[in-house]
């Protein structure tokens, strides 16, 4: 068995916004950098939820979050 090096949420860019984006995996625990209260608006990502039809259902489930598990 191979240990599990990362396991978080699957998230990507809004699908509106004008830039490119893609989906990548956010750990569960991301490390947060000391800043400011200031927005600089910088990427936002959103949690990607399962939509039954392009996912099996089951086994996911319509509107639950997607996880993500690196080996």
């Given at each position: 068995m191979w240990p599990q090096e990362q396991s978080?949420?699957?998230?990507?860019?809004?699908?509106?916004?004008?830039?490119?984006?893609?989906f990548i995996c956010l750990d569960k625990r991301p490390k947060l950098r000391e800043g400011g209260s200031l927005n600089h608006d910088g990427k936002t990502f959103y949690l990607a939820e399962a939509v039954c039809g392009s996912l099996p259902c089951p086994p996911y489930v319509e509107g639950r979050e997607l996880t993500v598990s690196v080996n």
């Open positions: 978080g949420y699957l998230v990507a860019g809004e699908y509106q916004h004008a830039s490119a984006s893609e």
